[in-house]
Structure formats: C-alpha cells, structure tokens
C-alpha cells in the first residue's frame, strides 16, 4: 500500500508560477512510477506528466511541455510538478499517482492522492 497527499495548490495568475508536492508513504517510494493528472470542472481526468523509478525518464501532455516540469526527490520519498507560464486553462484538481510502470494511462497506476486545487486567473 502506498498513501499519496498532494499539497501547493493554490491561486495563480496566468503567467505565473505553482509548484505541487506530491508525498508518499508506505511501501518504498521508488519502486513505483510515478504521475500527474489533473480534472477540470465538467471534463475527464487526463494525464498531465509521468516520471520513471530513477527520474531519468520523464514524459509530458502536448498541452503542458515546455512549461511544467515533473521530478523526484527519492530520499525524501516525494514528487513534484513544477508549473509556469500558467494559463487559466490549466485550471483543474490535480492528482499524483503511483503505478508499476511509466505510463499516460490511468488504469497503469494503482494509488491515487486525494487531489489538488489549482485555480489561474485571467
């Protein structure tokens, strides 16, 4: 089992910054790959960023690259997604999630946080 708690969510202006926190708990933190996804009211959930068990390997949304930026911190058992250049369009609850493989799918990931606000602003 692996327990998941998102935090730095938050109220942006559109062109500015956020960075999400995502810690984990629980079994061993890099034997799972790790994500981002994110819903916006009225819209399915859809994948944001993926990072492998080591961190070299990272994969992007068409709609995020060269904007947000995924990592890991395997020490201090915790992911972050940073967030610049925001637009409003980015505004969504954002997700972390554990899987046994990289992937841009949902169903590859089996552990779930409980969510993120993430509000930008015109």
């Known amino acids: 089992q692996v327990q998941l708690v998102e935090s730095g969510g938050g109220l942006a202006q559109a062109g500015g910054s956020l960075r999400l926190s995502c810690a984990a708990s629980?079994?061993?933190?890099?034997?799972?790959?790790m994500g981002w996804f994110r819903q916006a009211p009225g819209k399915e959930r859809e994948f944001v960023a993926a990072i492998g068990r080591s961190g070299v390997s990272t994969y992007y949304a068409d709609s995020v690259k060269g904007r947000f930026t995924i990592s890991r911190d395997n020490a201090k058992n915790t992911q972050y997604l940073q967030m610049n250049s925001l637009k409003p369009e980015d505004t969504a609850v954002y997700y972390c999630a554990a899987g046994r493989i990289v992937a841009r799918l949902e169903k590859e990931y089996d552990y779930w946080g409980q969510g993120t606000q993430v509000t930008v602003s015109s």
């Open positions: 629980g079994r061993t933190f890099n034997y799972y790959a």
